[in-house]
């Protein structure tokens, strides 16, 4: 099993920055890759970001692209999520999710979740 718990968001104004944090425990080892995923009221989950644990590749959905950078600390056994440019549309709880399959962070299914974090952006 793997265990992940998300950190840092909450309000900012538009134009503002957040970092989020997803650390992960368990049975790390087995994770292959990691993605933000966030979910705004009376909307469906959206994809926003993965990242390949082993080599770092990184995919992003192209709402945040240019604006959102997903990065990972192997050795914390963290991912982050750097939130530039936030927009009244980012408004959402993100959750942060792990994957034992070896597909594209984009396309996998992913076996873990975390609890989420709310991110409210004021205009």
């Known amino acids: 099993q793997v265990q992940l718990v998300e950190s840092g968001g909450g309000l900012v104004q538009v134009g503002g920055s957040l970092r989020l944090s997803c650390a992960a425990s368990g049975r790390t080892f087995s994770i292959y890759n990691m993605g933000w995923f966030r979910q705004a009221p009376g909307k469906e989950r959206e994809y926003v970001a993965g990242i390949r644990r082993g080599d770092g590749s990184t995919y992003y959905a192209d709402s945040v692209k240019g604006r959102f950078t997903i990065s990972r600390d192997n050795a914390k056994d963290t991912v982050y999520l750097q939130m530039n440019s936030l927009k009244p549309e980012d408004a959402a709880v993100y959750y942060c999710?792990?994957?034992?399959?070896?597909?594209?962070?984009?396309?996998?299914?992913?076996?873990?979740w975390g609890q989420g974090t709310q991110v409210t952006v004021s205009s």
């Open positions: 999710a792990a994957s034992t399959g070896t597909g594209t962070p984009r396309y996998v299914a992913y076996n873990y």
